[in-house]
């Protein structure tokens, strides 16, 4: 048997599935997300409240020079806290001075409150270059939390059994004037690419690209449920139809090689 036909029938062999069994299907694009826009304005006007229950305008954070925002949830139980974690070691290491940023983080769930975010405040300030005075975690009702997610393209999900949201990981650096300058998905990232990302937007006009579907798939908070400790069926679907797309792929390349000749 020729060998790309041997793998297109291997492929096929992997698509079999038990009786009963529900049949492999690309799974639909993900309704939790974070798709930034470059050069998308925040609204300067909204009015959130920081980790002391004051009043804050958006506007007043970023007024100067750039906000490192972080949206996610205090009462998160699986990635926020990593995600908020490896933001502060990477400013730890990027060489960033006290004063060139501010640090935020966003609560997307109004149930949280100024007492949520004091008791993360006080586990995070000791990481950050500048301290406190450098960080302010913001909490706000559901309408201006709306409003700042639109602007931000992100979109957390609720779930009906567990009470908890999904969502994606990552943060954005805006501009002084409130603009996205630059999109970091992931919870690890590179000190120097945030140093050059935070000083970039001190001069406003630098833009990043946005990530991958498939960066967005494998980071939504969600895929996995430390309860159960089992992976959630869109997850299971998507390494499923990776093992089965990966000899298909390979069956092509050979054939390409080989002229397409059988």
């Excluded at 700042?148 to 957390?156: F, K, M, N």
């Excluded at 650096?173 to 690419?193: K, N, T, W």
């Excluded at 970039?200 to 690209?209: L, M, N, S």
């Amino acid at each position: 048997m020729k060998p790309a036909v041997a793998l297109v029938a291997g492929a096929l062999l992997l698509a079999q599935v038990p009786a009963g069994a529900q049949a492999l299907a690309l799974p639909p694009p993900p309704a939790a997300r974070f798709d930034p826009v470059p050069g998308a304005r925040l609204p300067p006007d909204a009015v959130l409240r920081d980790d002391l229950g004051r009043a804050v305008r958006l506007d007043a954070l970023y007024s100067g020079r750039p906000l490192v925002l972080v949206p996610g949830y205090y009462t998160c139980p699986n990635l926020c806290s990593t995600l908020f974690e490896g933001v502060l070691q990477a400013l730890a290491l990027s060489g960033l001075r006290a004063g060139e940023y501010r640090l935020a983080g966003l609560s997307v769930d109004p149930r949280d409150g100024a007492a949520a975010a004091a008791a993360r405040k006080r586990a995070y300030a000791t990481l950050l270059p500048g301290g406190a005075a450098d960080l302010v975690l913001l909490t706000g009702d559901a309408a201006t939390l709306a409003r700042v997610q639109a602007a931000l393209g992100y979109r957390a999900v609720p779930d009906a059994a567990g009470g908890e949201l999904a969502h994606a990981a990552g943060f954005v650096v805006l501009d002084a004037q409130g603009r996205i300058a630059r999109y970091f998905p992931g919870v690890r990232f590179d000190p120097a690419a945030l140093r050059d990302a935070v000083r970039a937007a001190a001069h406003p006009g630098t833009a990043a690209a946005a990530p991958s579907f498939g960066q967005q798939l494998q980071l939504l908070c969600a895929h996995y449920a430390p309860t159960s400790g089992r992976h959630t069926q869109t997850a299971l679907a998507a390494v499923r139809a990776g093992a089965l797309a990966l000899p298909l792929l390979l069956a092509g390349w050979l054939w390409r090689r080989r002229g397409g000749r059988a």
